[in-house]
Structures are given as C-alpha cells and as structure tokens.
C-alpha cells in the first residue's frame, strides 16, 4: 500500500537516525602548559615527554617553555622574555624552576622572583605549578674548585640537607603565591628508596638521566590531569637538550621500570 503519510514517517525517522549516528560530542580543548626553567627542565626536554605521555594517553596538551640554560628566576624575570609568552597564551598552567641550588645560594631571591611569576601568572587566570626540584646524587665535582674555603665548606654541607632544604623553600613559595608543588624531588626520593638500582642522575650528579625525566612527567601529568596515565609508552621521542634542540632521542623503559614509577608516583601524591 503507497501510504504518503507512512512513507513520510519513516523518512523522518531514518534522518533522525542518521543524525544521531552522525553526532558526535566536540572534542575536549587541549589543556596547556608553560615551564620557566634552566637545564633541569631541558635536559631531555621534559616538555616534550610529558606531551607524549599525554598523546598515548588520548589526552590534548600544548606545550610551551622559556627555557635557558644555567637560569634562575631572577634572570628570567630581568629578561621579560617569560612574562611575554605567559601574557601571548591562554595558559592553563606556569611551572616555575629555579635553580637548583637556590636554597643556598639565593632562596630569598626564589621567593621574591617567583612570587612575581605567580601574580603575572594568576592575573592570566593561570594556575601557578612548583617544580619542586630533586637533590644532587652527592658532591658535584666543580665544589672543589671553589677558591673560597668556608664557601666550598658550606656547600658540602648543604648538600645532604639539600632535599629537606629545597622542599621546604618550594613549599614556603607555594604557601606565599598561592601556587601547588609538583613533588618531583619526593617522587625520585621515593623510587631511589624503593628501586635504588634505576639512575635517575646523570654521572654529573645534577641533571636527570631519560628515567629521570620520564618520572619527572609521571608526576607532573598527575598534577595536570588529576590522575595518573593508564598507557605508558615504552619508547618515545623527545629532544636531548637545550643545546642540541635540533636532535632527536629515543627514551626507553622496560614494563618493569614504569611499574615502579608509577608506584613512586602514586606513594607521594595520594
């Protein structure tokens, strides 16, 4: 039977239909992410792994750095260089890393820098992330070539006090701009404890060997994305450092490895 008002019905649902399967919800904007940092930050590109830990994760992140090396936050803030890109992006997180010693040398100087970091940051309607950085894997070689005895004595002493003393600085910091501490040096303090054989230093004793940035994005993806990554690639690319931005490495870790840092991970941000 040709029933107009029937075959009409039936268009309209089979349209109904096909839009329905059609829709699909917009694709969530990409969260992004700025880091103010020296060599700590850029020796294996940090920025760089984190994106990657967040792309095999179905994740969005951009990601932007000023990054240079051998740079505190006094030097970042006279260049003005950071404060423009902070002010050029809607970004939804600033990382803030100052030196790595700045809890001896100059740890009035991170709390008056970075609190200007943090009100430049938060007038962008940014939230303000600590990059609470690790203590030296022991005595730096170049200590000894201080000529200034009682200099070069107290910077060993600093030394195996340097992870209380920097998580204390970064925690005043983060109590005075408002700000929230990523616990990277707890995450490596607490998978040097439990895995002692994984290198996280290079033989330098300062700047983080691939595991150790690789653990540093573990915890910095927990602190962005509130949970931590259920994929974890074994290899991924990134760049090897601020000099040689041009060259491209693979990092690799085992199952075995990641396993543990994510347990690490998880010890210290629950």
Known sequence: M??????????????TSLISCSHTDPPEPPLKI?????????????PDVLQALARANHKALVVGAELRNSTALIEHWQSGLAQQKIK????HFVVLQDAS?????QPDKTLHYGLLFAQTAVQQNSQV??????????????????RDEQEKAAFKAFVPQ??????????????AAGGRVV?????????SQTAPEMMLHLPDK??????????????????????????????LKTRRNLKNMDEVIQVKITQSTAEKMLAAVAAVTR
């Not at 010693?101 to 040398?105: F, Q, T």
Request: proline share 6%.
């Open 88 to 91: 050029a992006e809607k970004w």
């Open 101 to 105: 010693a700045s809890a001896i040398d």
């Open 183 to 191: 616990p990277v040096a707890q995450a490596w303090q607490r998978l």
């Open 2 to 15: 040709n029933n107009p008002r029937y075959s009409l019905l039936v268009l309209c649902i089979l349209l």
């Open 162 to 175: 340097m992870y209380q003393q920097t998580n204390a600085l970064y925690a005043k910091l983060a109590q």
């Open 206 to 235: 300062i700047h983080p060997s691939l595991q150790g940035t690789y653990l540093s994005a573990l915890v910095f993806y927990q602190a962005i994305f509130g949970e931590l990554p259920e994929n974890l690639p074994l290899t």
């Open 129 to 146: 992330l600590l990059f609470n950085t690790w203590a030296y894997n022991g005595i730096p070689d170049w200590v000894d070539s201080y």
């Open 34 to 46: 700025f880091f103010i940092g020296n060599s700590l930050t850029g020796n294996n590109y940090l």
